[in-house]
Structure formats: structure tokens, C-alpha cells
């Protein structure tokens, strides 16, 4: 397991954009797909995005597809989720995680969790 930490969570107003972080331990974070989930209140995590340790592999699940780009920086051991066009129902939870998987939106893959940042966003 790795230590995640994300940033960059908060309170925005319907069609805003926010950008996420997430770092790690620069030993451990080029080996690792990083993977975005969110949880909204009284909702199972939901898959938002994975992005393989060489960054050649992207899966993006269906709830941000299309308004969601994830990037990560090996160099800077952090991965990002830049979010647009954020809704209402955007409002949720979002936990980093790494995962030994190539490319995996099955939150039972991820064997590392961050403690999550929260992301509000108003009509």
C-alpha cells in the first residue's frame, strides 16, 4: 500500500470547472494505475477515471465521460483529474487510488486510498 493525498476539492457553482490532485511516494507511484472514484451521500463509489503507470492506458467510466480529463506526472508523482462542466449531481466525495491492475474500474483493484477531498457544486 501507498499513501495518497489528495487536493484541490471544494464548492462550485453548476458549469465551473475544478481541477483534483492526488500525490504519492515517488518509490511506489510509477508502478501504479491511479484511478479516480467519488462517493456521493447514501451512494456506492462510483468509477470516475484510471490512468495506467505509463500513462498509455485511459478508461473513463460513463458519469464524467466526456467532461473529465485524467493526466498524471511521473516526474511529479501526481496524478490529476481535471473536471468540467460540473453539475449538481457532480457533487460527491472523490478518492484517489492506486491500483496493480493495468486498467481496472472495480473499486476491489485499488489496494491504496487517499482520504478523499469534497467536491460541492451548486445550481
Known amino acids: 500500500q501507498v499513501q495518497l493525498v489528495e487536493s484541490g476539492g471544494g464548492s462550485v457553482k453548476t458549469g465551473d470547472s475544478l481541477r483534483l490532485s492526488c500525490t504519492a511516494p515517488a518509490h511506489a507511484f510509477s508502478m501504479y494505475t491511479m484511478g479516480w472514484f467519488r462517493q456521493a451521500p447514501g451512494k456506492e463509489r462510483e468509477f470516475v477515471a484510471c490512468?495506467?503507470?505509463?500513462?498509455?492506458?485511459?478508461y473513463y467510466g460513463d458519469s464524467m465521460k466526456g467532461r473529465s480529463i485524467i493526466s498524471r506526472d511521473n516526474a511529479k508523482n501526481t496524478v490529476s483529474l481535471q473536471m468540467s462542466s460540473l453539475k449538481p449531481e457532480d457533487t460527491a466525495v472523490y478518492y484517489c487510488?492506486?491500483?496493480?491492475?493495468?486498467?481496472?474500474?472495480?473499486?476491489?483493484?485499488?489496494?491504496?486510498w487517499g482520504q478523499g477531498t469534497q467536491v460541492t457544486v451548486s445550481a
Open positions: 487510488a492506486a491500483s496493480l491492475q493495468i486498467s481496472s474500474s472495480t473499486p476491489r483493484d485499488y489496494t491504496s
Open positions: 490512468l495506467s503507470w505509463s500513462g498509455g492506458t485511459t
